[in-house]
């Protein structure tokens, strides 16, 4: 499965940005879709995942503010992030695994969203 992030970009603290991951290479809409952070100097965190069923979990530094979405006809998810803030600042991952299966195994490549 080959994950490609789009949509990163900077922004001034209270804006918005939508990033959006695009799946080929035989993805399944049952599969758990997740986003993740690297914030400068600190490890990959989780921010956002939905699973095949729908069932959402989110970080509690972007809940009310972020909201992932899944479109498993486009085989897209997206990130919609609101309310931005400097802290927000990192680089941003899409990543995939089965969801019954608690690694991740398949990584985009990052897009970074700066709030400044």
């Known amino acids: 499965v080959q994950l490609v992030e789009s949509g990163g970009g900077s922004v001034q603290a209270g804006g918005s940005l939508r990033l959006s991951c695009a799946a080929s290479?035989?993805?399944?809409?049952?599969?758990?879709m997740g986003w993740f952070r690297r914030l400068p100097g600190q490890e990959r965190e989780g921010v956002a995942a939905?699973?095949?069923?729908?069932?959402?979990n989110y970080a509690d530094s972007v809940k009310g503010r972020f909201t992932i979405s899944r479109d498993g006809a486009k085989n897209i998810i997206a990130l919609q992030m609101d309310s931005l803030k400097p802290e927000d600042t990192a680089t941003y991952y899409c990543?995939?695994?089965?969801?019954?299966?608690?690694?991740?195994?398949?990584w985009g490549q990052g897009t970074q969203v700066t709030v400044s």
């Open positions: 990543a995939r695994r089965f969801c019954g299966v608690p690694k991740w195994t398949s």
């Open positions: 290479g035989y993805p399944y809409s049952s599969d758990c």
């Open positions: 939905i699973a095949g069923d729908g069932r959402i």
